[in-house]
T-cell receptor, first 110, second 114 residues
Framework: DAKTTQPNSMESNEEEPVHLPCNHS???????IHWYRQLPSQGPEYVIH???SNVNNRMASLAIAEDRKSSTLILHRATLRDAAVYYC???????????FGKGTRLHILP | DGGITQSPKYLFRKEGQNVTLSCEQN?????MYWYRQDPGQGLRLIYY???????QKGDIAEGYSVSREKKESFPLTVTSAQKNPTAFYLC?????????????FGPGTRLTVL
């Protein structure tokens, strides 16, 4: 299975942009890049996903490197409610097996 | 409202007892998943099912069993063979329709084995 690598934790100040990196050097052509986040004692929630092009939605933006071996989740203006664990995962469209890594714990400083 | 329900939220059992965790979805999703999460750790895949009456082992299936007799339901049984069953258990479902193919997660069941 393709793997992702993320920093264990990151800090950011409130109302500032946050860039969360993810490395996936073994990504295959059929892998989509998905991001989820998990608030304490809750199930994860979907944030964004992409294949090759950068993507924007109401929650965040996803910047994907040209070689697709890394990506960055961008929160444009962090709030205290964005404090969570963020997971970057690869979703192979040929297979329903979805594997989560340990994610990045994001701390937001007021 | 459509969604995934897991019950109960908290569950206590004595060591050596089997226990079944419920997961129901009314989203008409084909695929369903069970994950286990330990404190401070990520999610680990236990079992997943792509269609009724079919399921596959994930990375940590030993000591667990599942069934998928109905599209809406994917119960997980934690057997006495599971050495460290105390954990947070999350159920998820996913649709093949639409572009995102995102997973929707339930609120989780926190199992404590005494």
């Amino acid at each position: 299975d393709a793997k992702t690598t993320q920093p264990n934790s990151m800090e950011s100040n409130e109302e500032e942009p946050v860039h969360l990196p993810c490395n996936h050097s073994t990504i295959s052509g059929t892998d989509y890049i998905h991001w989820y986040r998990q608030l304490p004692s809750q199930g994860p929630e979907y944030v964004i996903h992409g294949l090759t092009s950068n993507v924007n939605n109401r929650m965040a933006s996803l910047a994907i490197a040209e070689d697709r071996k890394s990506s960055t989740l961008i929160l444009h203006r962090a709030t205290l409610r964005d404090a969570a664990v963020y997971y970057c995962i690869l979703r192979d469209t040929r297979d329903d097996k979805i594997i989560f890594g340990k994610g990045t714990r994001l701390h937001i400083l007021p | 409202d459509g969604g995934i329900t897991q019950s109960p939220k908290y569950l206590f059992r004595k060591e050596g007892q089997n226990v079944t965790l419920s997961c129901e979805q009314n989203l008409n999703h084909d695929a369903m998943y069970w994950y286990r999460q330990d404190p401070g750790q990520g999610l680990r895949l236990i079992y997943y099912s792509q269609i009724v009456n079919d399921f596959q082992k994930g990375d940590i299936a030993e000591g667990y069993s599942v069934s998928r007799e109905k599209k809406e339901s994917f119960p997980l049984t934690v057997t006495s063979a599971q050495k460290n069953p105390t954990a947070f258990y999350l159920c998820a479902s996913r649709s093949d329709r639409g572009r995102s193919n995102e997973q929707f997660f339930g609120p989780g069941t926190r199992l404590t084995v005494l």
